[in-house]
């Protein structure tokens, strides 16, 4: 049974940090392409960011681009998202995904097979 576990969410105040990490079971992490997700209230799930299996390739939406870091562990199954310079509007669940690979980019959330539960980071004003 495959299982994406995130962690590190939590209340932070803008422009502080925060280090999610999802840790992964169950399938072949090594050789498993990961993304973030996140979904804010009454928003539809939105990209992040995204990391190609050996972690040489990454990927970030324009709106975190220089702000956020992708990066993985293959050793210890887990992807990691450091997030600096937060800002209100990056309020919502994130999300970690897991799938063999992408067929037409990192991007849509249709490309991925498996699916963490979410952790919520709160960034105040």
């Known amino acids: 049974q495959v299982q994406l576990v995130e962690s590190g969410g939590g209340l932070v105040q803008a422009e502080g940090s925060l280090r999610l990490s999802c840790a992964a079971s169950g399938l072949t992490f090594s050789t498993s392409a990961m993304g973030w997700f996140r979904q804010a209230p009454g928003k539809e799930r939105e990209f992040v960011s995204a990391i190609t299996w050996s972690g040489f390739n990454t990927y970030y939406s324009k709106s975190v681009k220089g702000r956020f870091t992708i990066s993985r562990d293959n050793a210890k199954n887990t992807v990691y998202l450091q997030m600096n310079s937060l800002k209100p509007e990056d309020t919502a669940v994130y999300f970690c995904?897991?799938?063999?690979?992408?067929?037409?980019?990192?991007?849509?959330?249709?490309?991925?097979?498996?699916w963490g539960q979410g952790t919520q980071v709160t960034v105040s004003s």
């Open positions: 995904a897991a799938t063999a690979d992408w067929r037409t980019g990192p991007e849509s959330a249709h490309e991925y097979t498996y």
